[in-house]
C-alpha cells in the first residue's frame, strides 16, 4: 500500500499520520509497515534539539496505526467519519533502543487474537533489523 490507498483507510493526518508504506500485509495476520523517520518531524524541534530522538510514545503510536490498517484492510473497511478506531489496551512495552533521525522504522504488527471486535496484537519495531521497542496493543472500532 501507497500512502494514497494508507489515507484510505486511516483518518489521521499531518502531522500525526505515522506510516508511510506498507511493505506487506496478509488479511487476517499480519502487517509490515514502515515510517520514515525525517530530521524535519515537527516534534524534534524539542524533543530533543541537540540529539533528535524518536518519542516513544509516537513509536506505539506508529504500531497502533499499522493495527488499524491491518484490521481495517482485513475488513475491508475504508475510512469513516462516522466511527473511530481507539486503544483499549497497551500491555508489556518495552523501548530497547532509541529511534533517531534519519532510521527506517519497520512496524511489524500481529493479529493474536479477536474477540466481540477487540482486535489483540504483537506488535514490534525495528531499525535496521534491530528490536527497538515492542507491545501487546487492544484495539476496537466505536461509531461516534
Not at 499531518?14 to 502487517?31: M, N, Q, T, W
Not at 520514515?36 to 506505539?60: Q, T
Not at 478506531?85 to 530497547?96: E, L, Q, S
Request: proline share 6%; charged share 20%; with cysteine.
Amino acid at each position: 500500500m501507497d500512502i494514497y490507498e494508507i489515507l484510505k483507510y486511516l483518518p489521521h493526518r499531518y502531522p500525526f499520520i505515522l506510516v508511510d508504506r506498507v511493505v506487506s500485509y496478509e488479511p487476517g495476520e499480519k502487517i509490515i509497515a514502515l515510517k520514515n523517520v525525517s530530521i524535519n518531524e515537527p516534534y524534534f524541534i524539542g524533543h530533543f534539539p541537540h540529539y533528535p530522538v524518536m518519542p516513544g510514545v509516537l513509536i506505539v503510536e506508529a504500531l497502533a496505526q499499522a493495527a488499524a490498517l491491518l484490521t481495517l484492510k482485513t475488513e475491508n473497511a475504508a475510512k469513516n467519519d462516522a466511527q473511530v478506531y481507539y486503544f483499549v489496551g497497551i500491555d508489556g512495552v518495552r523501548f530497547k533502543k532509541p529511534v533517531m533521525a534519519g532510521d527506517q522504522l519497520m512496524l511489524k504488527v500481529e493479529i493474536t487474537r479477536q474477540i466481540k471486535g477487540v482486535w489483540k496484537y504483537s506488535a514490534r519495531a525495528e531499525v535496521d533489523d534491530q528490536l527497538v521497542t515492542e507491545a501487546q496493543l487492544m484495539c476496537t472500532a466505536r461509531n461516534i
